[in-house]
T-cell receptor
Framework: RKEVEQDPGPFNVPEGATVAFNCTYSNSASQSFFWYRQDCRKEPKLLMSVYSSGNEDGRFTAQLNRASQYISLLIRDSKLSDSATYLCVLYRDDKIIFGKGTRLHILP | ETGVTQSPTHLIKTRGQQVTLRCSSQSGHNTVSWYQQALGQGPQFIFQYYREEENGRGNFPPRFSGLQFPNYSSELNVNALELDDSALYLC????????????FGSGTRLTVV
């Protein structure tokens, strides 16, 4: 079983809709969690850190559920520019572990 | 504030050769990590340096080695190149290990022929 698992998608979502995806992790010792986005042929960019209390940044909300070992990302009022691959990342024991990413296509 | 810069941007090497990739960390960042990203995959963690010491390593063989310099810039060295080493190599820096996100450079695309 991979340490970080994500649905690869693609998620095809109409502009203006709300979309959510989850990422599960297997090692309960994981310490920190992040969402990154990666555009085609570009480097990953930090979207937000993820906390148990939940955090929001504009249209984006992230949540960590330690009991069930998953993190989630919710995007409201999606824009065409949200089309990208969303990478779930965790930090554990001085290792940074990326999921394979979920592809999101926002349709006009 | 300058971001993370990597050089070269593209490189072609022959199987069996050695390669050195370079990374300048973002100003104020003392932690640098390196990743290998194959097409269609997430980045795979190679190793991390904090204040010139390796302080974390992924599942890569010893022919992948690195250095961090006093100015926190870093090198990734790969010996005895194999065809499967062809990938995008990303460097990222952070103000500290662990709880802070990482800022990535735009990568070096290595092709081994």
């Amino acid at each position: 079983r991979k340490e970080v698992e994500q649905d690869p998608g693609p998620f095809n979502v109409p502009e203006g809709a709300t979309v959510a995806f989850n990422c599960t992790y297997s090692n309960s010792a994981s310490q920190s969690f992040f969402w990154y986005r990666q555009d085609c042929r570009k480097e990953p960019k930090l979207l937000m850190s993820v906390y148990s209390s939940g955090n929001e940044d504009g249209r984006f909300t992230a949540q960590l559920n330690r009991a069930s070992q998953y993190i989630s990302l919710l995007i409201r009022d999606s824009k065409l520019s949200d089309s990208a691959t969303y990478l779930c990342v965790l930090y554990r024991d001085d290792k940074i572990i990326f999921g394979k990413g979920t592809r999101l296509h926002i349709l006009p | 504030e300058t971001g993370v810069t990597q050089s070269p941007t593209h490189l072609i090497k022959t199987r069996g050769q050695q390669v050195t990739l370079r990374c300048s960390s973002q100003s104020g960042h003392n932690t640098v990590s390196w990743y290998q990203q194959a097409l269609g995959q997430g980045p795979q963690f190679i190793f991390q340096y904090y204040r010139e010491e390796e302080n974390g390593r992924g599942n890569f063989p010893p022919r992948f080695s690195g250095l961090q310099f006093p100015n926190y810039s870093s090198e990734l060295n790969v010996n005895a190149l194999e065809l499967d080493d062809s990938a995008l190599y990303l460097c990222a820096s952070s103000p500290q290990t662990g709880n802070y996100g990482y800022t990535f450079g735009s990568g070096t695309r290595l092709t081994v022929v």
